[in-house]
Nanobody
Framework: QVQLVESGGGLVQAGGSLRLSCAAS????????MGWFRQAPGKEREFVAA????????YYKNSVKGRFTISRDNAKNTVYLQMNSLAPEDTAVYYC??????????????????WGEGTLVTVSS
């Protein structure tokens, strides 16, 4: 059974940083894109970042470019999201995601095949 387990969420002040981790089990994802989506209260889930299996290709939501960095450690079957300069509008439940499709299609949650349970990030002003 495939599981994606997120950790690292919490409460942080605006301008602060958090690092999310997502550990996968039940399947090796070293050849597959992985990424992060988020869902703010009252809003639809949205794409945040994705990274190819090799790590050579990376996509970001425009509003997080320059602040968030996605990375992965295939030896640990883990993907990370380093979030800096956090703002209140970054408050959301962050979901780890993995796909059997291409990274280019992973910006849509319809092309995500595996989801984590989510971890809450709250940024106070």
């Amino acid at each position: 059974q495939v599981q994606l387990v997120e950790s690292g969420g919490g409460l942080v002040q605006a301008g602060g940083s958090l690092r999310l981790s997502c550990a996968a089990s039940g399947r090796t994802f070293s050849s597959d894109p992985m990424g992060w989506f988020r869902q703010a209260p009252g809003k639809e889930r949205e794409f945040v970042a994705a990274i190819s299996g090799s790590g050579d290709n990376i996509y970001y939501k425009n509003s997080v470019k320059g602040r968030f960095t996605i990375s992965r450690d295939n030896a640990k079957n883990t993907v990370y999201l380093q979030m800096n300069s956090l703002a209140p509008e970054d408050t959301a439940v962050y979901y780890c995601a993995a796909s059997r499709a291409t990274i280019a299609t992973m910006t849509s949650d319809r092309n995500v095949h595996y989801w984590g349970e989510g971890t809450l990030v709250t940024v106070s002003s």
